[in-house]
């Protein structure tokens, strides 16, 4: 399983639109073949910065997400909106630790 985590920094008056447009999207994101898990954090005291976290179940899930024209679409009009450059990594767990 492949762990993606992206931060993003908003323009501050585009926030709105980012909000809107994942909205429209996430389900088929979500749904997309591979992703088992999304989530979409927003920052406790930066209001503009947002991360999203999702769980794939391999590395070719998430580039063929990536190669996809929905992300394609998504991106495009996502990085019109940043304040500054988005910052992105890919993971693997290594172990969980429970009770």
Known sequence: ???RI????????????FLDNFEVHKKSIRNFPGCQ???????????????????????EHLNQYRDSELFKSVWKFTKALFEEKP???????LEEVKN
């Open 1 to 3: 399983m492949i762990i």
């Open 6 to 17: 992206v931060r993003m920094t908003f323009q501050a008056d585009q926030v709105e639109a």
């Open 37 to 59: 898990h999304l989530e979409l954090w927003r920052d406790e005291n930066q209001k503009n910065i947002f991360t999203t976290y999702s769980k794939w179940e391999s590395e």
């Open 87 to 93: 910052m992105a990594f890919s993971s693997k767990i």
